[in-house]
Structures are given as structure tokens and as C-alpha cells.
């Protein structure tokens, strides 16, 4: 049980006003369209504000409407999105989006449990949207404002378990000030990303220092309390540039329902135990396409970290020797020259690739072959 304290209201206004007065003039707040501030959510999950800026102004010039969005092909929903990463959220965005069009006649549903029936959207992000967009009063958790709770009322339980997640959310919920939990929510978003960072919070700043526990006993530092991460694995993958005689090099779309389904890549996979990368590459343009190729000099080693791994990435320059490809493994393959590549989306390891390609002129697998 959390005790909320007597001066709640106290609370609010010392939030609320320091939001007003000293919020940043970021492009989603200009607007109370549902479809903007939806959009802003989704991107800023797992990702810095600086960075989503200009992908959230090139993606409202590009798709102005739900309507536009719900009518654009995924492929260019996720050539915008690349380089933004977790691209689950442009498969899902572009899911909802169509399912606005489809179920609500293009109008995002103005409640929460409505907004949370669409394709990606959470509780955090269903509260955003509904308080933000449509002034209900409804609260928002998301990692900032777990923070922010826990260090206010010195809360100690691991909030990775679901008791603990259970009492924020209440917490949350009691907290929310009637009439004004838009700006409440927002404050709270703000007051995470400027202030109440996870490393060394700058408590002479805040705004509601006055009443945070943990401030008071000097625990800020120890909330909230997580249990320790297991330790991340590593995995060895090897890629082809798997080059044909008339210079053409083939690139295969990953299935939808994968990691990074959708997007498109020089084909290969992951090293199995015992197995060389040369061995690793051959078996898996086999198990995915269908054809055989010979395996030349290594052109690139890639390191790269995703949420719950981390890879080495091991590019080398091939040659197809017979086959048809075929779509086994993966969505879709083509034979493509490097000009053709800006109509595709690819992963940021792949871009990188395509970047040693570029600095060869198109060449290098050919000349290492």
C-alpha cells in the first residue's frame, strides 16, 4: 500500500506549472490530433527525442492523414522508418492505421479501451493518446514515470515484477488531477527526460523535490530497484553479396512475421556450433533460396546490438553458381544493382553493407571473387 500524500493538489500545480513554463517546443505538442500525437508515441518508444524529430516531420510530410498511411504499401511505411529501428512499430503503425480506416471511418476512437483494441498500442501509449489528444482522464506508465513514482514515495519493490507494476499503476490512476491530466502526463514525460534521469537526477532542479522520499532519505539513487539483467548472448551470423556474371547481387526480404519483418537484406544467417562462417553462409542460401554459391573473401565485419543480443555480422563477397532462387526461408529475393537499393528498406547492419559497397563502386565482391 502507497500513502498518497495530503497535499496532492500542491503536487499538481508544481508540476503542471513548472511543465508550463519550461517545456520544450517539440512539434507534437503544437497539435491535438490524435494521428500526430499517436505517431510521436510510437516512435519515441525506445527512442531520443533529438533522434525522432526529423523522422516524425518527414513522416507527417510524407503521410499527412491515417488515410494516407493506411493507403501507402508497408514497403515505403518502412523505407521512412529505416534507421529508427524496433520496426515492429512501423509494421503495427501501419496496422492500426489501416484498422482506423477500416473499423472507425478514419477517426481514432476517443477512449482508451478503444484505442488500446489497435495494433501496437499499450496502455502507455492508449493513456497518451486519450489524455493528450482527447483530455480523459486517464493516467500514463512508462519507464520515465515508473522512475519518477518510485523515487517520489522511496517505492522498493523490483518494479520488473507484476505486483510492483500493479501498485504503480494504481498509484497512477489516484494521482491523475481531474480536468488535467493532459498536461499532468506531459509534465511527468518531461520531468523524466530533463530531470529525473536515471543517473544522477538533478534533484536541486526539480520541480517537486519538496516532496520526494527517496530525495529525503538519499535514495534516489538506489530506485527504482530492478533485478539484475542475465547476460546478453552473442551470435556470430555470416551474410553474402552473393554477386551473378552480369554484376547483379541478390537481396532477400525477411517474412513478415520475423525480426525485422519486412525489411531487406543480403542474405546469410546465424553460425551454428562447430561451424565455419564459409560452411554457415553456403547451408543458408541454401535452406533460404534454394541455390548454391561460392564463398570468396571476407568484405566487412559488422558488430551490432539489438534489445536482448548482440551480433557479429561477417560480409563476404560471393558468387551465385547455379539454382533459381527461390522464396523457402524468406518473403521475397531480387537481383538488384546498386542504384536500385534506395527503393529498398534495410536493417541498419545491412546499411552498412551497402555503404562498403558504395566506397568499391558496386566492385568490391567482384574483384575479390
Known amino acids: 500500500m502507497i500513502d498518497i500524500p495530503d497535499s496532492l493538489a500542491d503536487l499538481h500545480t508544481a508540476l503542471i506549472t513548472w511543465f ?5 517546443d517539440l512539434p507534437w505538442r503544437n497539435t491535438r490530433d490524435p494521428y500526430a500525437i499517436w505517431l510521436s508515441e510510437i516512435m519515441l518508444q525506445q527512442t531520443q527525442v533529438a533522434t525522432v524529430i526529423a523522422y516524425y516531420e518527414r513522416f507527417l510530410a510524407r503521410f499527412p492523414t491515417v488515410g494516407d498511411l493506411a493507403a501507402a504499401p508497408l514497403d515505403d511505411v518502412l523505407k521512412l522508418w529505416e534507421g529508427l529501428g524496433y520496426y515492429s512499430r512501423a509494421r503495427n503503425l501501419h496496422r492500426a492505421a489501416q484498422a482506423v480506416v ?39 506508465l512508462d519507464g520515465n514515470v515508473i522512475r519518477i513514482f518510485t523515487r517520489l514515495f522511496d517505492i522498493a519493490g523490483d518494479v520488473t515484477q507484476t505486483a510492483t507494476k500493479r501498485a504503480l499503476w494504481d498509484l497512477a490512476r489516484q494521482l ?10 506531459e509534465g511527468l514525460m518531461e520531468l523524466g527526460r530533463v530531470i529525473c534521469t536515471p543517473r544522477s537526477p538533478s534533484c536541486a532542479a526539480c520541480p517537486i523535490a519538496a516532496f520526494c522520499l527517496a530525495r529525503q532519505r538519499n535514495m534516489q539513487e538506489q530506485r527504482p530497484v530492478k533485478k539484475r539483467r542475465a547476460r546478453t548472448p552473442h551470435f556470430d551470423v555470416a551474410a553474402g553479396v552473393i554477386h551473378r556474371d552480369d554484376g547483379r547481387f541478390l537481396i532477400a526480404q525477411r517474412r513478415p512475421d520475423s525480426m525485422l519483418g519486412g525489411l531487406w537484406e ?11 562462417l564459409r560452411a554457415c553462409l553456403r547451408r543458408e542460401i541454401c535452406e533460404e533460396l534454394g541455390i548454391d ?31 533459381e532462387p527461390r522464396a523457402i526461408e524468406v518473403a521475397d529475393w531480387a537481383w538488384v544493382t546498386l542504384d536500385d537499393l534506395e527503393r529498398y528498406a534495410f536493417p541498419v547492419t545491412d546499411q552498412k553493407i551497402i555503404a562498403l559497397l558504395r566506397d568499391g563502386g558496386g566492385q568490391l565482391g567482384m574483384d575479390l571473387i
Open 20 to 24: 508550463e513554463r519550461s517545456k520544450a
Open 266 to 276: 543480403f542474405p546469410g544467417g546465424k553460425r551454428e556450433p562447430g561451424e565455419s
Open 102 to 140: 477500416r473499423q472507425h471511418g478514419g477517426d481514432f476512437p476517443a477512449s482508451v479501451e478503444g484505442l488500446r483494441a489497435l495494433p501496437g498500442i499499450g496502455d502507455y501509449t492508449a493513456g497518451a493518446v486519450a489524455s493528450l489528444a482527447f483530455g480523459i482522464d486517464t493516467p500514463v
Open 176 to 185: 491523475v488531477p481531474v480536468g488535467r491530466a493532459g498536461p499532468w502526463n
Open 293 to 323: 554459391i561460392t564463398v570468396g573473401d571476407q568484405i566487412g565485419t559488422i558488430h551490432h546490438g539489438y534489445t536482448h543480443f548482440r551480433i557479429t555480422l561477417y560480409a563476404f563477397a560471393c558468387r551465385y553458381v547455379s539454382g
